[in-house]
């Protein structure tokens, strides 16, 4: 039996969407609302649309409401395309779901809000990411090759190069402003080191307002980090020499760029990231020779390591040093040797 009364929030929002379900039907519309609408007695053509997770998502296909995700596939979380593309409306929650209930999940949504985008960097954040959530909600289920995924994406990327997106062209720009002069190299290899912060941290991080200049290293960094991807490859296939290079680079890295971290003011609380990139250098070339000698390493050197690299979890200047999960592998596997 229907309330007489409205008794709660929840009972006022379901009253007022069904007056709305009926003014949108008037004129030959279809509703859709976040999850927070759902309620058991809206009309059931109203489509669902789950920002919350795949929860919501099953509970309205349950309640015979045509359901679609969000969750998963924001970009401006700054998520690289192996996350978002990991994600699937029809699994989790949706796994027990009848066939029937099943059918009502139309598929899903790849959302990007704009607190921390500009003309400048607008397509960096949207692509190529937004083809990897394509691919995944226009694949069987089973799709889940992310190598595979990652050669097609970077075919796509090349592609909207040639239709004149910006997502790769704006990046080299936007350091070498703020390398003011100053060789742009060492620059390069920090920001290609790292990736922004999410959304989430970004907003407990720093008090932004629509007037706020998005000029700063974070905002050229890009969520898509290919130089991470590549030295984690090294690494899974034990590639020393080469890992070798890349890790001389970076703990070479600051004493090339110090100079200009110190003399820009965009740049200066970035300094506490390029010293942590050195030292993710030293502390990986520490860990292969380590590896080379057959040796284990000191079980205070490890603590102190892992140490390190457990403050890495969080931001610094409001971005992520995206090497750092292969540095704690190779600490790992030198503390764990014969």
Known sequence: MRKNRLQSTQDLQAYFNRRLQKVVAKYGKRMEGWDEILDPDL????????????????EAARHGFSSILSAGYYLDHMEPASTLYA?????????????????????????MWGEFVSPENVDSRIWPRAAAVAERLWSPQEV?????????????????????????????????????????????TLADAVQPAT???RIRTH??????????????????ND?????????????RAEMRIWLTRWRDNHALLQRTLEKSELLKEDIPVSEAL?????????????????????????????????????PLAEL???????????????ASSP
């Open 87 to 111: 994600v699937d409306p029809l699994d989790g929650d949706a796994a027990s779901l009848s066939d029937e209930e099943r059918s009502r999940i139309l598929g899903g949504e790849v959302a």
């Open 199 to 201: 959304f989430g941290q």
């Open 43 to 58: 009309p059931k053509n109203i489509v669902i649309e789950s920002w919350r997770g795949r929860k919501s998502l099953a």
């Open 144 to 188: 889940r090759d992310v190598p595979s995924m990652y050669g097609r994406l970077d075919q796509v990327s090349r592609n909207l190069d040639l239709l004149g997106l910006t997502h790769r062209a704006s990046y080299l720009p936007m350091l070498e402003r703020l390398a003011a002069g100053d060789p742009v190299e060492p620059l390069k």
């Open 227 to 239: 130089t991470a991807r590549d030295f984690a490859a090294l690494v899974d296939r034990v590639d």
């Open 320 to 334: 992520r040093l995206a090497i750092a999960p292969s540095i704690e592998k190779l600490v790992n596997a030198a």
């Open 278 to 314: 050195s030292r993710l250098g030293v502390v990986g070339l520490e860990a292969l020779d380590y590896l080379d000698r057959g040796e284990r390493p000191p079980a205070a050197w490890v603590v102190q390591q892992r140490s390190f690299l457990e403050t890495l979890k969080k």
């Open 207 to 224: 008090k932004y307002t629509q007037l706020t200049p998005l000029d700063r290293l974070v905002d050229a960094a890009r969520p898509e």
